[in-house]
Nanobody, 115 residues
């Protein structure tokens, strides 16, 4: 059973940056596609960015110019660097590990962008 623990969330002012981390254990991190998702109350969870084992990156349109996903296989950790944050980025951010027919979610970390 995979264990994913997110960290790095918090409250920031518009225009600032945050670095989210997701540390993974109990599974072979390097063979999983890792993704970041976000969810606000009353809405569906949406994909923010993903990175494959070969480091191919995919971004949601809103994330392409401001967010960067990366992974460190030695640390079994995936990161999401978010820049120029805006109030509409306020959400709970979740980490997901995916293989064919198998996936694990973290518990999420709250990001609030407010002046």
């Amino acid at each position: 059973q995979g264990k994913l623990v997110e960290s790095g969330g918090g409250t920031v002012q518009p225009g600032n940056s945050l670095l989210l981390s997701c540390e993974v254990s109990e599974i072979s991190f390097r063979i999983y596609t890792m993704g970041w998702y976000r969810q606000v109350p009353g809405k569906d969870r949406e994909m923010v960015a993903s990175i494959t084992p070969s480091r191919t990156r995919t971004y949601a349109t809103f994330a392409q110019a401001r967010f960067e996903i990366s992974r460190d296989n030695d640390k079994s950790t995936v990161y999401l660097l978010m820049s120029n944050l805006q109030p509409e980025d306020t959400a709970v951010y979740y980490c997901k590990a995916t293989r064919p027919s198998l996936f694990y979610w973290g518990q999420g970390t709250q990001v609030t962008v407010s002046s």
